[in-house]
């Protein structure tokens, strides 16, 4: 029952841009806090970004150390869906992108998300 189905990646050149949406559903999408996640075959799943569901729930909009600048995520809850922006990519950045929602906290834990989606591939080419 829920979902999320991300959207958005492709192939891209270095310098350029896409934009990862993430539509959710079977859950009260606007009370929970949404995370960007991605992972390469062979390497760890990483955190990359995460937005509270609201600012008086505690938490803050926090990137990881190599997107800061260049990604921005955002939401829209009247569309049930999370966003990010992802601008001068890099072949660093060249993965398999997941959202993932969180009832208790905006962090970078992976372990604490209850609900992935199936991932979209960004491919970035130099």
């Known amino acids: 029952q829920v979902q999320l189905v991300e959207s958005g990646g492709g192939l891209v050149q270095a310098g350029g841009s896409l934009r990862l949406a993430c539509v959710a559903s079977g859950f009260p999408f606007s009370i929970f806090h949404m995370g960007w996640f991605r992972q390469t075959p062979g390497k760890e799943r990483e955190f990359v970004a995460v937005i509270p569901w609201s600012v008086s729930s505690g938490g803050r909009t926090t990137y990881a150390d190599s997107v800061k600048g260049r990604f921005t995520i955002s939401r829209d809850n009247f569309k049930n869906t999370a966003y990010l922006q992802m601008n001068n990519l890099r072949p660093e950045d060249m993965a398999t992108y997941y959202c993932?929602?969180?009832?208790?906290?905006?962090?970078?834990?992976?372990?604490?998300?209850?609900?992935w989606g199936q991932g979209t591939q960004v491919t970035v080419a130099s």
């Open positions: 993932a929602a969180n009832k208790w906290e905006a962090t970078a834990d992976q372990f604490t998300y209850s609900y």
